[in-house]
C-alpha cells in the first residue's frame, strides 16, 4: 500500500522538468505512466499527440507500438506450442513451404531468436523501390522472401535483428489457428489482459480512435 501512494509534488517537477522541452502546444511529445505496488501513481501527457489536429496526450492516446509487438507474436506461437499444434523445433517449410530450401533445417526458433540467416524482409524491400510510407501486403513480402537465392549465414551460427524472423510466424500462427493473427490475438492475448484498446492492425485504412501519430 505504501508503495501505491500518489508521487510527492517534488518527484512529479522533477519528472516534468524532464520533459519541459516537450511540454508545449505545437510539439510532438509523449505520455508518462508510473507505475508502483502494480498501478498507476501517476500520468501525465507532454506536447501533443496530434499536431495537425493540436490533440493533447490523455491517458486513452493509443500508439503504434512497432517492434515491440514482436513479444505478443511470439506469444502467440507459444500459445500453439501449449495447445500441441506445433513445436519450436518444427521445420518453417512445415507451415511455408514457400521458403526455399537451402539445404540446412531452419526452426521457428530459429525464427523466434534472429538466428535463421534469412534476408531481412523490410530491406528487401527498400532495395526493391519501396518506401516505408508505401501500403504493401503479406503476399508481397513473403514473395520477396521466397525468391532469395540464398541465406546471410547458416541457420543457428549467428545473431542478426530480422523482421523476416517475426513476418513468418504471424503467417504460420494464421495458417495453424485458421485465424487472422488480429483475430488469434485478441482472443487468446489481449481480451484474457484486459487490454481492450490493444489490437494488431491488418487493415491500413481501420479508424483507431484516439491514436497518437508519429514524429520524427
Same mark, same amino acid.
Given at each position: ?5 500518489? @508521487? #510527492? ?8 522538468? %524532464? ?5 508545449? #502546444? ?5 505520455? @508518462?505512466? %508510473? ?5 498507476? %501513481?501517476? =500520468? ?29 507474436? $511470439? =506469444?502467440?506461437? @507459444? ?5 500441441? /499444434? &506445433?513445436? &519450436?523445433?518444427?521445420?518453417?517449410? /512445415? +507451415? ?5 530450401? +537451402? ?8 525464427? @523466434? ?9 523490410? =530491406? &528487401? ?10 501500403? =504493401? #501486403? ?5 514473395? *520477396? ?5 540464398? *541465406?546471410?549465414?547458416?541457420?543457428? $551460427? ?9 513476418? *513468418?510466424?504471424? &503467417?504460420? %500462427? ?25 489490437? +494488431? ?16
Amino acid at each position: 500500500a505504501a508503495q501505491s501512494r500518489p @508521487l #510527492s509534488a517534488q518527484d512529479t517537477q522533477a519528472i516534468d522538468a %524532464v520533459f519541459a522541452d516537450y511540454d508545449k #502546444s505545437g510539439s510532438p511529445g509523449c505520455m @508518462l505512466g %508510473v507505475v508502483a505496488g502494480g498501478a498507476f %501513481v501517476h =500520468t501525465r501527457g507532454y506536447g501533443r499527440a496530434n499536431l495537425e489536429h493540436d490533440v493533447a496526450f490523455t491517458p486513452q492516446t493509443v500508439f503504434d507500438i512497432g517492434s515491440t509487438s514482436k513479444q505478443f507474436l $511470439a =506469444t502467440a506461437i @507459444l500459445l500453439l506450442v501449449q495447445d500441441g /499444434k &506445433l513445436s &519450436l523445433d518444427d521445420d518453417v517449410r /512445415k +507451415y511455408l513451404p514457400e521458403v526455399p530450401d +537451402y539445404g540446412r533445417t531452419i526452426t521457428i526458433r530459429h525464427l @523466434l531468436t534472429h538466428t535463421s540467416g534469412l534476408r531481412d524482409y523490410i =530491406t &528487401l524491400m527498400e532495395l526493391a523501390g519501396w518506401q516505408m510510407e508505401d501500403v =504493401t #501486403s503479406p503476399a508481397q513480402a513473403l514473395d *520477396l522472401v521466397s525468391r532469395q537465392k540464398g *541465406l546471410d549465414f547458416q541457420p543457428g $551460427a549467428e545473431f542478426a535483428y530480422s523482421n523476416t524472423g517475426f513476418f *513468418l510466424p504471424s &503467417l504460420i %500462427v494464421e495458417r495453424v489457428s485458421g485465424k487472422s493473427l488480429a483475430a488469434f490475438a485478441a482472443e487468446r492475448i489481449f481480451r484474457p489482459a484486459g487490454m481492450n484498446a490493444t489490437r +494488431y492492425m491488418d487493415d491500413h485504412a481501420a479508424v483507431v480512435p484516439h491514436r497518437a501519430i508519429g514524429y520524427e
